[in-house]
């Protein structure tokens, strides 16, 4: 059943044309001028047309934390916003620390409607189980405190896992980056390591400004560039996450780090957690993210503050090449049909009613973004459209290492 999907304004090579996509069997078949046969006909409208986005940082909270999310709620808003491709977290209940946990989780996650893959959490003593690990996206060690109870303080350990993981992602804070590259730097570590939430221009400067800048790669999340520590007067608890917000200057920083390319790559970092939950004075931490990402990004497009080239860089092409995702985070030919159709001149304001998230609020509630995502598509397959999810089940991604 072919689909022809008519009038996309997407990049070739930076510029942008308006093209015509052929999608066959859930991939981009042809990228072409004419207009092939097909059996459905989306029209785009002249719109702009993404790879679907691969946001590597989110947490669906599915198994043992499902009254926050689920992999149901999680993957409908994230295809509502845009995402086709999300990579989850360790730190549910029971944590993905286990071969059994992750096959848990595989089995939880087949109802999800966009494509997922998981990350594995590194602890004291869980080195053979993450030698044995089949496709996982990466291993994930906390070296700070946040949610769960995954923090490492053991350095010999982490260099361990250091040595034997092809990609590592930290959580790690301030001078704890600088001591984690320290340790790959001592140890002569050839392995790459993800920084994630870079918050701060230290931070960054220490993921960024070392000898290891080939290995290193740095991620910021939408809630430190478009918020910085005056937004907790108003928002209080429902603008606290691990990083936390930083100064206007921190915030000047990531930006100027998107442009200058020390920034590798944008993710939600979505951590949902109730309202009541917030509302305690024993509050967790963490924002719902994935449906504003980019919403957000494009409004930012709107007033000139980035390019659709370097969007689609950090949240699509990036990840798709860091994460070694196959197939996916370009418009090319033989690559997977997941695209995103985003009105540029839509306005339209972030409303909690309007999440899909099992959260149901927003720190962006309230604020008037233009430029929205209007069609998700995911292996060929209408997601989101019209407003609406349309619940086809995705697929587990596939790594090339
Ligand atoms: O604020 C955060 N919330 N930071 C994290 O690292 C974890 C996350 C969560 O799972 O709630
Ligand atoms: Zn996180």
């Not at 109870?149 to 092809?166: G, M, P, Q, T, Y």
């Not at 860089?313 to 995103?340: M, Q, S, T, W």
């Amino acid at each position: 059943m072919p689909l022809l999907i008519k009038n996309c304004r997407i990049l070739v090579k930076e510029k942008i044309f308006q093209k015509n996509i052929l999608v066959k069997n859930g991939k981009i078949s042809k990228i072409t001028n004419m207009e092939p046969k097909a059996d459905r006909i989306i029209d785009a409208k002249s719109n702009l047309v993404l790879p679907g986005l691969i946001d590597c940082h989110v947490h669906f909270r599915e198994p043992g934390l499902t009254h926050k999310e689920d992999f149901l709620t999680g993957s409908m808003a994230a295809a509502k916003g845009g995402i086709t491709t999300i990579l989850d977290m360790p730190n549910t209940i029971p944590p993905t620390t286990t071969l059994d946990a992750l096959e848990e989780k595989r089995k939880l996650a087949a109802k999800s409607v966009v494509n997922y893959g998981f990350n594995f959490g590194g602890t004291l003593d869980n080195l053979s189980d993450i030698k044995k690990a089949k496709n996982i996206a990466a291993v994930k060690l906390y070296l700070d405190n946040t949610t769960g109870d995954l923090k490492l303080n053991d350095f010999e350990i982490v260099a361990e896992i250091l040595r034997i993981s092809k990609l590592t992602i930290v959580h790690a804070e301030d001078i704890n980056i600088k001591n984690v590259i320290g340790i790959m730097i001592k140890n002569k570590i050839k392995n790459m390591l993800h920084v994630a939430h870079v918050s701060s221009a230290k931070e960054l400067e220490y993921a960024k400004s070392n000898k290891l800048r080939n290995q290193v790669s740095a991620e910021v999340c939408p809630h430190h560039l478009f918020m910085n520590e005056k937004d907790l007067q108003a928002l209080g608890a429902f603008a606290e996450m691990k990083p936390s917000l930083k100064a206007e200057h921190d915030q000047k920083a990531l930006w100027n780090g998107i442009k200058e390319g020390a920034v590798d790559m944008i993710a939600s970092d979505h951590a949902p957690h109730l309202k009541e939950e917030k509302e305690k004075a024993e509050y967790p931490f963490g924002v719902p993210g994935v449906e504003t990402m980019l919403p957000l990004l494009l409004d930012a497009f709107s007033s000139n503050i980035i390019t659709i080239q370097t969007i689609q860089k950090l949240c699509c092409e990036n990840p798709a090449k860091i994460f070694r995702i196959k197939n996916k985070g370009f418009i090319k030919e033989g690559y997977d049909a997941d695209l995103v159709i985003a009105d540029l001149g839509k306005r339209q304001a972030v409303r909690n009613e309007d999440l899909l998230t099992k959260c149901k609020w927003s720190p962006f509630e309230g604020k008037i973004l233009k430029g929205w995502p209007v069609t998700t598509i995911v292996n060929g397959n209408v997601v989101y459209g019209n407003g609406e999810v349309f619940g086809v089940k995705a697929k587990e991604v596939q790594y090339g290492r």
